[in-house]
Antibody
Framework: QVQLQESGPGLVKPSETLSLTCTVS????????WSWIRQPADKRLEWIGR???????KYNPSLKSRVTMSVDTSKNQFSLKLTSVTAADTAVYYC??????????????WGQGTTVAVSS | QSVLTQPPSVSGAPGQRVTISCTGS?????????VHWYQQLPGTAPKLLIY???NRPSGVPARFSGSKSGTSASLAITGLQAEDEADYYC????????????FGGGTKLTVL
């Protein structure tokens, strides 16, 4: 049974870089696409982007200039970096596995989420 | 403001049937892209409830069903139970946003 676990600092200073890692257990990271989704206090879900170990990351246009995702197949992990953070980036960050059904993707397995606050 | 529009809240008594609507546009549902639904219980991560408009992942009760027509989709819950009280979100692919996923703003279901 595949499980995902987010890790990273819970507090980041404004203008600095938010870095999170998602560790995948129970499945090979090379078999799927993986995504990051965040949820601020207003509870709306926002898709940050998705990546595959073979490359070809796709990002939300509203965040594209600040986001980088990568995959480390040796550790079965994928990561998120978000630069120049502000208070608006304060949210619960979820990593998830992407499942495709006739070309349409959804997140079928989620991590428990990690809270990141941006504050000085 | 979310790309997909959901009612902020719905409610129903135990045993009743409720529906949650999700309205999109020509660049997402109207373009033929599938809708997916998630259930988020308090304090937990979202869980995939319906994929591909009307398919239930293994373990999801048959009380939950989904449908889509044109630029709208619906999630129906029959035989409402107390444990169904949660937030529900719809999600779709949007071709006008460089192929981004978009979500509805979420609907809080209250079981009276």
């Amino acid at each position: 049974q595949v499980q995902l676990q987010e890790s990273g600092p819970g507090l980041v200073k404004p203008s600095e870089t938010l870095s999170l890692t998602c560790t995948v257990s129970g499945d090979s990271i090379t078999s799927y696409y993986w995504s990051w989704i965040r949820q601020p206090a207003d509870k709306r879900l926002e898709w940050i982007g998705r990546i595959h170990s073979g490359g070809g990351a796709k990002y939300n246009p509203s965040l594209k200039s600040r986001v980088t995702m990568s995959v480390d197949t040796s550790k079965n992990q994928f990561s998120l970096k978000l630069t120049s953070v502000t208070a608006a980036d304060t949210a619960v960050y979820y990593c998830s596995r992407v499942a495709y059904y006739y070309g349409s993707g959804s997140s079928d397995v989620w991590g428990q989420g990690t809270t990141v606050a941006v504050s000085s | 403001q979310s790309v997909l529009t959901q009612p902020p809240s719905v409610s129903g008594a135990p045993g009743q049937r409720v529906t949650i609507s999700c309205t999109g546009s020509k660049s997402n549902m109207g373009a033929g892209y599938d809708v997916h639904w998630y259930q988020q219980l308090p304090g937990t991560a979202p869980k995939l409830l319906i994929y591909g408009n009307s398919n239930r992942p293994s373990g999801v009760p048959a009380r939950f069903s989904g449908s889509k027509s044109g630029t709208s989709a619906s999630l129906a819950i029959t035989g409402l139970q107390a444990e169904d009280e949660a937030d529900y979100y719809c999600q779709c692919y949007d071709s006008s946003l460089s192929g981004s996923w978009v979500f509805g703003g979420g609907t809080k279901l209250t079981v009276l």
